[in-house]
């Protein structure tokens, strides 16, 4: 019981992760119709700011705030240099452009940071587990379960409640018709990248703290899971992408906690099956809509 | 009030709208009328700068070509798009208040929100309820009550009767009317040629992206040349 | 090339080789090194070349190896990647190297080294550990690190002085070092009557680890030791994450965690004892090397990846001035019969008998407020060494 327990918070902890993500990616993808490959590179630059400002003594809050807009400045650059210029072009040229931003980053990490993983280190209140009755429960873990669940109903009340809430979700619907009510498209799109590093941000903070260290290349797997995420919970869909990245860290841990050793080594293969087996029941993923009345 | 001269759009090779020249004057009800295809929606895209043309457009005398939709909104003139676009996932009133995104200051938008109402009284009844739950007819005026949400100046409609079921066609029209008689100008395209011109002061014919026929709607209503546009291109 | 060129580069070949029968003592011997200078091998092939550059450097101020044969050495960079590794490695070979230096992984050494096998010239492995090395490549592939089975013995051995009697272990397939390492630990555990209670698997690609803590959390009854060869970015992902479940179990790890990560990470890493290469006692060897690295490369980096370069150098010099030859079998046999060669790590290093895997001390150290402190340097019982 107390395992079934725990590894349900591992499976929310990590899907929590995957969801911020993927709600990332699928919030630029519904407004650009970008796929930006890039999005893991605003993981690693949130978690390279953390780095430093903890290696330069400055507060320990103070570097989680500086990592945070570390994260949120370098998106809206990557938007005004990099995908505003190729905003009106095929959906193929975003996608490269994306890919060449995530190969120049990368390599930038490389020659001018290091390119070996740097590590870490948590002040010690974060470290060590909580008792929660007959359970023990990691201190970051649980940290991170209440930060990304704070997080998700702080965006939900912005959806609902705020005009840029609203505009995004209209202009993830339709956009054309978004800036026929007079909205800035810039803004939308600023906007969108905005939020998106936000979130890759938070991501970083947790990932960082649960791994103990940051390399160039650290982006790139997270976000290929989130992006998985996005396509199982229907590409487009904001929703449908936070419960894509739900379900697929709650495959991974079930697997890893049930499958024989024998098994194991497969754990991969056998979760994109599971993927694969719900996209053939639902073509257009959890939420996914079928477009309609768009030319 | 709007001039336009001169209007070219191409997508690719093809060309769309072929010089296209028309003129609205203040308080007037004008119907841009022809066949599919004939370049009506293109003409309405290219005024809102949703694509790329050449030639002149001027609101007032400022001229809009090569702005930005968003800007053009902000000067004063909407469009409410063809197929209605309401936003479906979005409530009738997260609707309504995009609409009136542009509206700076709290009490015109909330003035604003009581003269749609008081126009559309259906919407404020359903204003909690998502916009793709309501029917054809009421999302068409959902979309017309978001475009005045805005304030403007000079209204386009793009096809406001299609896929609407007759009733529903007749209430739309009365609508446009009641809009026409509170003195907002309007740019109206659309296919059914009688219903159209029954309510409009003048029209243009547009067949093949060029402006085949234009005069005021009497003289339109009864021109065999008009029923020839159509019935030439329908058989 | 025109054929301008070509005559001059003849004639210039000709010369050269004149020069070198008249001198009879201004032969180049070629050293290459297929190096992973960018990517992730970049940290530890960097400090690779540069402890190779000083053996290099320091045998060409006493006029070469046995004092007629100055060191030319020629790095490439095969970017981290094993097929590129192949290509440089053939470029080696075509500019007539007579020993090569493979990349710190197993799979870029192979492709590389199948090659230089090929061309019959001699090669070794400065970083991997992995005592099948040699066989699979062929009999001029030599190892020089301390061998994974004799990491696992020494490790084996100390838990079992520890009073360890049961171990949770954690290995990875996908890698010959996090598989092999692990499995040689089991055996030399379980033959001295040590139990295994169970062994969890990561993947390569493998980030969190919250089901295997969970799984170790809940195991009854507790191990006294978790043992692994996970390396960065796997070992600081695990070792965080246990210590942050508030699971205590004493960890073993092994020479892939001798880097600067490990020693960064904090409280979580205090108290792992892990096997390595050699430690720079105050007044060794060693230390000296380490101090004399920074003077010259400007950072002190205590990790046995630079004195591993520097002993390759010598090992081959050592190989040449034996043979009397720049021939690839000559220095290879030579290179075979060394024995009790004095290593810059401390530790001596034998070649003879031992199928191309040196036999040479382990270290252990433990982390201690983000030092390693040292434990023991032992050569292992080689009774209780597991055949590779």
């Known amino acids: 019981m107390d395992i079934l327990i725990q590894n349900l918070i591992n499976a929310l902890a990590l899907g929590g992760t995957y969801a911020l993500l993927a709600l990332g990616l699928a919030l630029v993808f519904s407004i650009m119709g970008l796929i930006n490959l890039a999005h893991g590179e605003l993981m690693t630059i949130g978690a390279y700011a953390l780095y430093f400002m903890i290696l330069w003594a400055f507060p320990f809050w103070l570097a989680l705030v500086g990592a945070l807009l570390c994260a949120v400045v370098a998106a809206v650059l990557m938007e005004r240099v990099a995908f505003r210029p190729v905003r009106d072009a095929s959906m193929a040229t975003m996608l490269l452009t994306s890919f060449a931003v995530s190969a120049i980053l990368q390599v930038a990490y490389q020659n001018l940071i290091s390119p070996r993983p740097l590590p870490v280190a948590m002040p010690s209140f974060l470290g060590g587990a909580v008792e929660i009755g007959s359970l023990q429960v990691g201190m970051i873990q649980l940290l991170a379960l209440g930060c990304t669940a704070a997080l998700l109903l702080l965006l939900v009340w912005v959806f609902r409640y705020t005009a840029f809430g609203v505009a995004m979700r209209a202009a993830a619907e339709d956009f054309d018709t978004t800036r026929l009510m007079g909205i800035r498209a810039n803004a939308l799109f600023a906007g969108a990248f905005a939020l998106s590093g936000l979130l890759a941000g938070v991501a970083a903070l947790f990932w960082v703290a649960q791994r103990g260290s940051v390399d160039p290349l650290m982006g790139f797997l997270p976000v290929l899971k989130a992006f998985i995420a996005v396509i199982v919970g229907g590409l487009g869909s904001l929703v449908g992408a936070v419960a894509g990245g739900f379900l697929l860290g709650a495959i991974e841990i079930a697997l890893r906690a049930l499958l024989p050793s024998d098994l194991l080594p497969y754990r991969d293969a056998l979760s994109l099956l599971l993927i694969i087996l719900v996209l053939l029941v639902r073509p257009q993923g959890l939420m996914g809509r079928r477009r309609e009345g768009v030319r | ?235 | 090339m025109s054929l301008k060129n070509a005559l001059a580069a003849a004639a210039v070949a000709a010369t050269a080789v004149g020069g070198a029968g008249a001198a009879g003592a201004q032969e180049q011997v070629r050293i290459g090194f297929a190096a992973g200078l960018t990517g992730y091998l970049a940290f530890f092939d960097g400090m690779v070349r540069n402890g190779a550059q000083m053996a290099v450097d320091e045998i060409n101020a006493q006029g070469g190896i046995a004092g007629q044969w100055p060191i030319e050495f020629i790095v490439r960079d095969m970017r981290s990647d094993a097929a590129a590794a192949a290509v440089v490695a053939r470029e080696l070979v075509a500019a007539d190297i007579h020993a090569m230096i493979t990349p710190c992984d197993v799979d870029p050494a192979i492709a590389a080294g199948q090659l230089a096998q090929a061309a019959e010239i001699p090669m070794m492995s400065p970083c991997a550990s992995t005592p099948t090395l040699p066989g699979q490549v062929g009999p001029y592939m030599f190892n020089l690190k301390t061998a994974d089975n004799l990491q696992a013995t020494v490790l084996s051995e100390f838990a079992h002085e520890q009073g360890y009697e049961t171990a949770y272990v954690l290995l990875s397939p996908d890698t010959p070092y996090t598989d092999l390492l692990p499995r040689y630990f089991i055996q030399a555990f379980e033959a001295s009557g040590g139990e295994v209670l169970e062994v969890g698997t990561y993947g390569w690609d493998q980030q969190d680890f919250s089901a295997e803590v969970t799984a170790i959390a809940n195991m009854e009854p507790q191990p006294d030791v978790i043992m692994t060869s996970a390396y960065e970015p796997h070992f600081p992902a695990f070792i965080t994450q246990l210590r942050n479940a508030g699971v205590e179990i004493p960890v073993l790890g092994s020479d892939g965690i001798d880097s600067p990560t490990t020693l960064g990470l904090g409280e979580v890493a205090e108290g792992v004892v892990f096997s390595m290469a050699g430690y720079p006692a105050e007044g060794s060897e060693l230390e000296a090397f380490y101090r004399d690295y920074e003077e010259r490369f400007g950072e002190y980096l205590p990790f046995a990846f630079s004195a591993s370069g520097y002993e390759a150098i010598m090992l081959f010099a050592e190989a040449i001035e034996q043979a009397g030859s720049l021939e690839g079998p000559a220095i290879r046999d030579a290179l075979d019969r060394i024995a009790d060669f004095p290593g810059v790590t401390g530790t001596e290093i034998t070649y003879e008998g031992q199928n191309r895997v040196a036999l040479r001390d382990v270290t252990l150290v433990r982390v201690e407020g983000g030092q390693q402190v040292f434990l023991r340097q032992v050569a292992p019982d080689p009774a209780e060494v597991p055949e590779p």
């Open chain 2, 1 to 235: 009030m709007l001039s336009v001269s001169g209007l070219t759009v191409s997508y690719g090779a093809v060309l769309a709208l072929r010089g296209v020249s028309l003129e609205v004057g203040r308080g007037e009800l004008v119907a841009l009328l022809g066949p599919n295809g004939a370049g009506k929606t293109s003409t309405l895209g290219a005024l809102m700068g949703l694509c790329r043309a050449g030639g002149a457009v001027c609101l007032d005398g400022e001229a809009l070509l090569g702005r930005a939709p968003e800007k053009i909104v902000r000067l004063g003139m909407t469009l409410v798009p063809e197929g209605r676009r309401v936003f479906g996932g979005l409530t009738v009133e997260e609707n309504l208040r995009l609409g009136g995104a542009v509206q700076r200051d709290e009490a015109a938008r909330r003035r604003q929100y009581a003269e749609v109402y008081a126009l559309f009284p259906v919407l404020e009844e359903r204003s909690g309820q998502l916009a793709g739950s309501l029917s054809g007819g009421e999302q068409q005026q959902l979309a017309i009550a978001r475009a005045l949400m805005s304030g403007p100046r000079l209204l386009l409609l793009d096809e406001p009767s299609l896929g609407l079921a007759p009733k529903v066609v007749d209430t739309i029209f009365g609508l446009i009317d009641r809009l026409r008689a509170s003195g907002l100008t309007i740019l109206l395209v659309e296919q059914n040629v009688d219903r159209s011109l029954e309510i409009a002061d003048r029209g243009y014919v547009l067949v093949g992206g060029e402006i085949v026929l234009a005069g005021t709607a009497g003289e339109l209503l009864q021109s065999q040349d008009v029923q020839r546009a159509y019935l030439g291109l329908a058989s």
